[in-house]
């Protein structure tokens, strides 16, 4: 891979890392004068830089990549990210299944501290969310832009920094809960100088993209670049401004949230679901409205509704992160408001679900045999079903019920698992072959299994978190007949136990699909290729072709 | 209207523009508002800020993750308010820097546990929670027991803070340090502590020992002020309760 960069790429990645590296030993020396826990982070960054500089020396030497190169898309990056987005998807989902046997059996913590709940927890959230999805969503999100804008990425240094950048800023994230250093604002505990980090990957990022779009051969933008392009713009000011804080020291980890109490509560939820919107959806939805139309070969159902979901998503979503805190000190009028766009938030929603199931008329009789393009269906039909349980769950007096119980991990993981992981998987299957030159996958048949195992444990996931969380719900404001609380705490805790098994079991089921997806996803990377020209994927067009189909809207 | 979009979805750059443009009026017209209108959080001029030792005990709190099973947050609910006590105010929280008012209940609301246990029941209780809750979930945390407490720095928090807008003195800031220490050593010298910090301040051995000053000390602290920061949740509430 190295051997495909240029030597003027290959010599900026080596000054980079080799900053990067000082600036590791920077930080390790200062927080070893204090002896505060960012020293081992500067550790961390130290042994990162010279990891991947030691990859990067290798081939350092290599001849200059031939010119042809320039004729066809540039992929390294993406088999990479595929590579890193699997890694992270095993390493999160184990840790999430080990903490869900920890609710059951509190005792296996080794009394370390590193191995509670409350550090694992976010271990759990970063590595799947940020880890598996993020590396999901840039590897796609570069395969995307080059296939619809029919050109290839203007430099191909870019990609890999972002790339690796971003893995940095996972590992500093998920390697500071451990040893203690967290914001505590939840899905945003990285300290201010992984979040500095995160700042320049994103901007180098969102300039790749707009510079490969710059470089299309298509007049239009095709529609899932716009929801990729959401995603990278309101992403970064929603990490901008919820990340605002006071560092005690540049020689320290620890910093103060800007805002507090009520005021940073509301920015916290403000960036929280909308890092639901724009990190777990409108990324997501750029996968999905390119691999299903490819995977089925046919066009997206409508153009005007693809146009009215994605403004609808994109205006209506800001505005519903009030809806966590409902009947709090939250002034009323922002709790309203709140609640209000959660409902109208439906309609877009809906949508964008409806129009991606519509594209699938005339293409159903593949959805039953082919189990890639099943898992792109069942994760629009749980994007559907959640999206209205969002809603319906936004409304107060239901909310009054559900909130600080499971129902809503019940709701996180229908939309995590059954929208997010599932339309990822069928995206992974469809690029696999494609970019690795295979003709399919090693085993449709494995495939098969991983689909009904990863159905499986979300649904027995779903099943006991809801019955756990409405049955709290309803225990903690039963009341007796002489007008006294029926249930202590404790009653309502004791009653979870069988359902927080059950549902330990759900994800190992779903991580054991995970790791047969691994399985075959490694075989066939290892099987010969069996054609140069894969079926389905997009070719670049050489200068004097003309353009081949492209999975372009109806009308 | 679709001949417009027509026009700007060929154009990246505008069409990065709207995006920004629409995906900000949310965010600006229900946060900016929160920062101008006053009756957002009510005015309390007896509301204290947290002693370092506290401020200490917090940070352990957020460090260990308890608010991802503990709310602070008593909701304006009828049994929430039966359970746990007086629904929470946004001033009681006016000087967390970040709030932690949590999003799940794994575990009981925190809001007002301050003064509910005895600092042994809280040491044993976070030593091996089985040992006083047989039927408890919560992990152990022996281990805070163990581990004395870092006060040479905490100076730079109160500073940190400061700059964020609470109202530490610079002689708080100046004697952070000491001050920790003196909170949960009754024997020393806490005669500037109270000073500065108001006499409701607790000062005890809050682990049960004299000796050291550990995290335990710290985190005792911090659960044992919760809720008595501002006594303006006490006053009798406005009857808008929601019944179920």
Partial sequence: ?555 | MFRTHYRIERKSVVLAVAIMIVASIGGLIEIAPLFTINETVEADPDMRVYTPLELAGRNIYMREGCYACHSQMIRTLQDEVERYGPYSLAVESQYDHPMLWGSKRTGPDLARVGGKYSDHWHAAHLTNPRDVVPESIMPRYAFLRETLLRTAHLPDDLRALRRAGVPYTREMIAHAAADAGAQASPGDDTAGLIERYGEATQVRAFDGDEGKVTEMDALVAYLQILGKLSSAAQAPQPAHIARK
Wanted: aromatic share 16%.
């Fill in chain 1, 1 to 555: 891979m190295v051997s495909g960069l240029t030597v003027g790429e290959r010599q900026r990645g080596a000054v980079i890392l080799v900053v990067l590296a000082i600036i590791g030993l920077v930080m390790a020396a200062a927080g070893a004068e204090r002896d505060d826990p960012i020293q081992t982070h500067g550790f961390v960054i130290l042994l990162f830089s010279f990891g991947v500089l030691c990859l990067l020396l290798k081939d350092f030497d290599a001849p200059e990549p031939p010119a042809d190169r320039l004729e066809s898309y540039y992929d390294d990056p993406i088999k990479a990210g595929i590579v890193l987005s699997m890694t992270w998807a095993v390493f999160g989902m184990a840790i999430g299944d080990w903490v869900a046997w920890l609710l059951a059996f509190p005792d296996m913590t080794f009394d370390a501290s590193w191995a509670s709940f409350g550090r694992l927890r976010p271990v759990h959230t970063t590595g799947v969310i940020f880890g598996f999805g993020g590396n999901a969503l840039i590897a796609t999100s570069f395969h995307v832009m080059q296939r619809t804008s029919r050109a290839r990425m203007p430099d191909q240094f870019s990609a890999w920094f972002v790339l690796i950048g971003y893995n940095l800023f996972c590992i500093l994230a998920v390697s500071g809960y451990l040893i203690g250093i967290t914001q505590s604002k939840e899905y945003a505990e990285p300290e201010w100088y992984a979040d500095i980090w995160l700042v320049i990957v994103w901007v180098v990022y969102l300039l790749l993209y707009l510079r490969t779009l710059a470089r299309r051969k298509e007049p239009h933008i095709y529609v899932a670049n716009w929801y990729y392009l959401a995603f990278i713009l309101v992403v970064a000011i929603l990490h901008v401004v919820n990340n605002l804080a006071v560092p005690t020291s540049l020689a320290a980890a620890k910093s103060y949230s800007l805002f507090s109490g009520v005021q940073d509560a509301m920015t916290q939820w403000w960036y929280g679901h909308n890092a639901v919107a724009f990190f777990l959806t409108a990324g997501f939805l750029g996968m999905l409205y390119y691999y299903l139309p490819k995977r089925a070969e046919r066009p997206i159902y409508s153009y005007r509704l693809s146009i009215v979901g994605f403004w609808g998503i994109t205006f209506f979503y800001m505005w519903v992160g009030s809806h966590h805190l409902h009947y709090t000190a939250l002034p009323d009028w922002v709790q309203t408001l709140g609640m209000t766009f959660s409902l109208m938030l439906l309609v877009p929603s809906w949508i964008a679900a409806g129009n991606a199931l519509a594209t699938l008329n005339g293409a159903w009789h593949r959805v039953r045999d082919d189990a890639t393009l099943r898992f792109m269906m069942m994760a629009a039909v749980f994007y559907g079903l959640s999206t209205f349980e969002g809603s319906f769950m936004a409304i107060r007096p239901v909310n009054a019920l559900s909130h600080y119980t499971d129902w809503t991990i019940a709701h996180v993981h229908a939309g995590v698992l059954g929208w997010d992981a599932l339309v990822t998987f069928g995206a992974f299957y469809a690029l696999v072959p494609w970019l690795w030159k295979r003709e399919r996958m090693y085993s449709p048949a494995l495939v098969e299994v991983h689909f009904w195992l990863a159905m499986a444990g979300v649904l027995i996931y779903v099943f006991a978190m809801w019955n756990s969380g409405i049955i709290q719900g309803l225990m903690w404001r039963t009341y007796n007949d002489s007008g006294t609380l029926t249930y202590s705490f404790l009653d309502s805790m004791i009653a979870m136990h069988p359902y927080y098994i059950a549902r330990a079991i759900g994800g190992l089921l779903f991580l054991i699909g995970v790791l047969v997806g691994c399985y075959n996803i490694w075989m066939t990377i290892r099987h010969p290729a069996q054609r140069t020209a894969p079926a389905g994927d997009t070719p670049l067009p050489l200068p004097a072709a003309p353009l081949p189909a492209n999975p372009q809207p109806a009308e």
